[in-house]
Nanobody, 115 residues
Framework: QVQLVESGGGLVQPGGSLRLSCAASENIFRFNTMGWYRQAPGKQRELVAFITSNGITNYADPVKGRFTISRDIAKNTVYLQMNSLNPEDTAVYYC?????????WGQGTQVTVSS
């Protein structure tokens, strides 16, 4: 059973930075994609960014230029570096991995941007 464990969320002031981590229970090369989604209160879950097994990255428009997705293959971990955070980034952030027709989700980590 694949497990994804997120960490790194918290409270940050506007303009600040956070780095989220998603640790997988198996070699991340086995996944077709790994990505980050977020869900704000009263809103639908939305894509933030993803990275493919061959290293191609993709970002949602609201985070382009501010967020960076990366991975450490040796640690089976994917990261989301978030800079220039604003209150609209407040949400629960989820890690997602896909493998063939299956998808796996982490439990989520709360990010709150507030002064």
């Amino acid at each position: 059973q694949v497990q994804l464990v997120e960490s790194g969320g918290g409270l940050v002031q506007p303009g600040g930075s956070l780095r989220l981590s998603c640790a997988a229970s198996e070699n991340i090369f086995r996944f077709n994609t790994m990505g980050w989604y977020r869900q704000a209160p009263g809103k639908q879950r939305e894509l933030v960014a993803f990275i493919t097994s061959n290293g191609i990255t993709n970002y949602a428009d609201p985070v382009k230029g501010r967020f960076t997705i990366s991975r450490d293959i040796a640690k089976n971990t994917v990261y989301l570096q978030m800079n220039s955070l604003n209150p609209e980034d407040t949400a629960v952030y989820y890690c997602r991995a896909t493998k063939l027709a299956s998808e796996y989700w982490g439990q989520g980590t709360q990010v709150t941007v507030s002064s």
